[in-house]
């Protein structure tokens, strides 16, 4: 078996294939470019980016059919959502601690406190500015810009994994610390994946009551991931997480505007009293889930998604993850029959979080009103940030200081990853992708 690195026939087979794929979506849009007609206002028609929804100029009907201007509030909130993603995602390379350890409970209280209410946040948002693109014309662009992005990070993942490069420098650009490489390189998208099933699924949940459709899309999520125990395959999980999600997303597509609207009126004019109760459940909630009694129960119980038999099939940690031992022996029939309770739970606790993060979002225009309206630039590249970082510490011996002094290290990630997303959501950064995705676009109909 060849190294990491090696230069052999097949490696050059698929750096020249990979080539000619990437380049066909170029070279079919400049011949199509003359042959393209212009729409009715005179100009090509400008792709939908945005991943959660309108872009930053749209406007979304409401509930008496007339226009209302999209909040300032929502991409305020996709900011601070991906702030907090990046910054977990930052953490997770240095969190396996032995099960002796004090801090072997970070795993844990991850998983199940601190992903689901950005991940929450996110599919709210999605869902809410969803309304306006059920069209069939306009549903096939939106599903179209999604699928592209995934598509090409995939494509370009599995190329550069092809390419004579040290390992060190292939690090940088591939997936191969993340579970078995270039076998899965579209792992982190899976919200992509997710996005493009929600949007499709949302015609069909405009047909239930809306008193019915967040009971419905909750049952669903309870069961359904849980029921794949089939090959592994990076669509089951991605799927798993996206039917687990689903009823956030939903919660925010039948959501009136006038409600949300009304809310975000209300939180402005907050009083005091009710700033300070929110504030005393917020710092009430995670003081009691960073008690020694929870940060046992964090120790045992892992996210539920691990305990399922599509993520161990199909995202099963390394060989030296001393969380390995927990998985080796595969979905047990107690945690089927209990899943209900502590989904439903779950469900409940990501919700008060999110709710709590929400009232301390900002109402008005701001900066990172702008950086909020490039989120899809920013989920896309930040892994393959987050990994040059990790390799440079490394290099810097940062893990032994880690585990020395965590809560130090935590506090530099938590006031670094407001940055790393700002520096990836610049309007220099989404030009140059939007270009690049631009040209893909291009040769759809």
Known sequence: MAALGQVTPASVVCAVLGCVVLAVPFIAGKLLEEERPATEGGGDEKPFRSLLGASDTETLSGDDGAERK???????????????????????????????????????????????????????????????????????????????????????TVLAHCLPFSVRAKDLVTFAQCYAGAERPSHHLWYLGSLVMWRLLAPALLLFKR?????????????FPYAWNVKPSPVIWWLSMGLHFLPYFAMGLITPPRTLHRAVEQHTRMGWLQLGGVVFLKVYICLTLLSPAFRHFFKQELHPYMQSASYQQCCSPPLDDPLREHFSSGAKLEYYLVWGRKAVAQF???SV???????????????????????????????????????????????????????????????????????????????????TQDTYMSVCP
């Open 348 to 350: 409940i606790l990501a």
């Open 353 to 435: 979080l999110a709710v709590s993060i929400c009232v301390f979002v900002p109402r008005w225009p701001s900066r990172m009103t702008r950086w909020g309206t490039h989120s899809l630039v920013a989920y896309t590249l930040h892994d393959v940030v987050l990994k040059g970082v990790r390799r440079s510490m490394d290099a810097a011996d940062v893990d032994g200081r880690v585990q020395s002094s965590p809560w130090v290290y935590w506090t530099v990630i938590f006031a670094t990853g407001p940055i790393f997303t700002a520096a990836l959501s610049t309007d220099f950064v989404a030009k140059q992708s939007n270009a």
């Open 70 to 156: 999209r909040l300032p509030y929502l991409d305020n909130l996709k900011y601070i959502a991906q702030c907090l993603v990046v910054s977990s995602h930052y953490v997770s390379p240095f969190y396996a601690f032995p099960f002796e350890n004090e801090w072997s409970w970070v795993p844990g209280f991850r998983e199940m406190v601190l992903n689901p209410p950005c991940i929450a946040m996110y599919a709210f948002t999605s869902g809410y500015c969803s309304k306006g693109a059920l069209a069939p014309q306009r549903l096939f662009r939106v599903v179209s810009s999604l699928i592209v992005p995934f598509w090409l990070v995939t494509e370009l």
């Open 211 to 223: 008193t019915y459709v967040i009971s419905t899309c909750l049952s669903i999520s309870l069961f």
